[in-house]
């Protein structure tokens, strides 16, 4: 039985954990077994400049936070090497991992996920993580909303060429 100091810290730890949970809009779980110094270093890295908080955790401290926010689901995923991913971007642990994990192939595995106090299945983790960042979403529909502007402009320009004016001379309509 551990003293009463450890317990009370793990306990801390559990509701620190259990807090990030419920305020995380998606997390993903990693059997993390077998990745290098170097390869650890990078998915780190890689986290931080996506916005996501990436730990390794015990799996009796997880399983307690799991329990405190409604994903009992995930408990038996909690075996072996266990590390989080969570962030307030739903998409951004998924694309991170999912990511990482295409480059490790078999030692680096996705057990998991939840998004929105929801457990997810595999399917949905890789449709999240196929969602491009939300800058190139940002341009994506920047450059939809523009093109038929631009398409307009061009067509213009081309009939008042067309008509013999060239299109910096060309009288404005009263």
Request: glycine share 6%; net charge negative; aromatic share 4%.
């Amino acid at each position: 039985m551990p003293n009463a100091k450890v317990l009370s810290e793990k306990q801390a730890i559990v509701e620190s954990l259990s807090e990030k949970l419920k305020n995380a809009a998606a997390g993903i779980i990693v059997d993390y077994k077998g990745i290098t110094v170097a390869e650890d270093t990078e998915l780190r890295k890689s986290c931080r400049e996506n916005g996501v908080e990436y730990a390794v955790i015990k799996n009796t401290m997880l399983r307690r936070a799991f329990n405190n926010v409604g994903l009992e689901a995930l408990d038996d995923q909690l075996n072996g090497t266990t590390s989080l991913a969570v962030a307030d971007d739903p998409v951004a642990p998924a694309r991170v991992i999912a990511d990482f994990a295409k480059k490790l192939n078999d030692k680096f595995e996705i057990k998991g996920g939840f998004m929105d106090g929801k457990v997810i299945d595999m399917n949905t983790i890789n449709a999240l993580a196929s969602i491009p960042a939300l800058p190139v979403l940002q341009a994506q529909v920047l450059g939809t909303m523009l093109a038929p502007i631009t398409g307009l402009a061009v067509v213009l320009k081309q009939i008042v060429e067309k008509q013999g004016a060239p299109a910096e001379d060309a009288p404005a309509a009263e």
